[in-house]
């Protein structure tokens, strides 16, 4: 191989940059984020009735399902009344029903969405509920 | 290379166990769907085979009539006011004769009726060639003959826009939540039960599909009944003890550009009584 000095050391210093945000970043574990559940509202309410629609569980690994499910619903069926596997009875809106408990969209919906990197687009039409912190 | 039969069979084999296998696994993990949960409509939702609408003229004397109409349901929607004609954004709107039923007026009417402002809304059409355009399904014929538009889907392509025979589309140019000129919100005052939409998507009349749900009159009609009893009408064009069938059966109505064939579902009774008196000719 002619030149196999330069290649070999320019391969070695292209692997070191490709490769620098990992072991950067080894060890370092960045804050989970903590999802704030106790705004008035959900104070507000009896300690038995504390709980979201579906289970804690169902609803961190597939509220963007269920929201979409609802939108369909709502939207292309008209059908606006959701009754959850335990039998209760919501209204299917993101920003009357979700959002009348969760209203800390700041910490509560954009601190796991920001830490995913994900960036749903709800907030380019439906209206956040007004929050005190900027 | 070559393979024989029994080497062929035996790959084929395993490669039909390892691919049926494949979506067992995916699906288990994929299968985090409810059960027993289900999707109704509500206990008092106004429910019809064809919501229908009857603008009954006469009962609109005055220029602030038809504002309150038309205050009522753009702050009930979040309906921005772009302040230019051009880009302008209307659910409901006024306009003269000649332009709400062109081909229809003539040289010698009478001047009231020349002059008057129409109140122009969607006309939900049993035919809708908005719909028939729509690439993306946005916009689509519900069960009860309301022509919806699902803002999630639409792509603002304004190929309904240009399918409306009666131009009830209306496209966001701007942000609707932007400012004008004047620093001052395209949004007077915005209604937190209701979204906004975002630039580059076509809005429309949707029979205040919202307020139906929850067993209340579209918007615009609760207002006109309060101080015109009858100005709107809205019921089931499919019940004939609907009020809405019994006036259509009773006067004379129009609708905007029947002869289209879109079967629109907004009628028009022009001038009432008041007009229908002959003078005797002797």
Not at chain 2, 24 to 43: D, I, M, R
Not at chain 2, 104 to 131: G, I, W
Not at chain 2, 185 to 208: D, Q, W
Request: with cysteine; proline share 6%.
């Amino acid at each position: 191989m002619y030149d196999s000095g330069k290649i070999i050391v320019g391969l070695l210093i292209f692997i070191a940059l490709v490769t620098f945000p990992f072991y950067n970043n080894i060890g370092k574990v960045n804050a989970k984020p903590e999802l704030k559940l106790d705004t008035p509202e959900i104070q507000k309410l009896p300690e038995q009735e504390r709980k979201c629609v579906e289970s804690k569980e169902f609803m961190r690994g597939g509220h963007m399902q269920l929201l979409d499910d609802w939108r369909d619903s709502v939207v292309r069926d008209g059908s606006r009344i959701y009754t959850s596997s335990a039998h209760k009875t919501f209204n299917m809106s993101l920003q009357n029903e979700c959002m009348r408990c969760h209203s800390n969209k700041k910490d509560f919906c954009d601190k796991c969405h920001n830490y995913m990197a994900v960036k749903p687009y709800c907030w380019d039409c439906h209206i956040a509920p007004k929050e005190n912190k900027s | 290379m070559s393979i024989n039969r029994r080497e062929f069979l035996r790959l084929a084999g395993v490669s039909a166990l390892a691919g049926v296998g494949g979506v067992a696994v995916f699906n288990k993990l994929q299968n985090n769907a409810l059960e027993a949960s289900e999707f109704t409509a509500g206990p008092n939702a106004l429910n019809a085979k064809r919501w229908a609408m009857v603008v009954d003229m006469s009962k609109f004397k005055t220029p602030e009539d038809y504002k309150r109409c038309m205050d009522a349901c753009h702050s009930t929607h979040n309906v921005p006011n772009f302040s230019n004609p051009k880009d302008e954004i209307k659910w409901i709107w006024p306009e003269k004769f000649e332009h709400a039923f062109p081909g229809q007026e003539n040289p010698y009417m009478n001047e009231e009726t020349k002059e008057k402002s129409f109140l122009l809304l969607c006309n939900h059409c049993d035919n809708p060639p908005c719909v028939r355009v729509c690439p993306t399904k946005a916009t689509f014929k519900r069960k009860d003959g309301i022509v919806m538009q699902d803002m999630h889907r639409c792509i603002g392509c304004r190929f309904c826009m240009a399918a409306c025979p009666f131009g009830a589309r209306s496209f966001n140019y701007r942000n609707p939540r932007g400012k004008d000129a004047n620093g001052q919100p395209l949004i007077k005052e915005e209604n937190a039960a209701y979204p906004t939409r975002t630039i580059g998507v076509v809005e429309k009349c949707t029979f205040c599909t919202e307020r139906l749900a929850v067993g209340k009159l579209p918007a615009c009609v609760e207002v006109s009944n309060e101080f015109s009893k009858g100005g709107l009408v809205f019921g089931d064009l499919d019940d004939p003890g609907s009020e809405v069938r019994k006036i259509i059966s009773a006067k004379y109505t129009i609708r905007r550009k029947s002869e289209i064939g879109t079967q629109p579902s907004v009628f028009y009774v022009i001038g009432g009584n008041d007009y229908a008196i002959v003078p005797e000719i002797l």
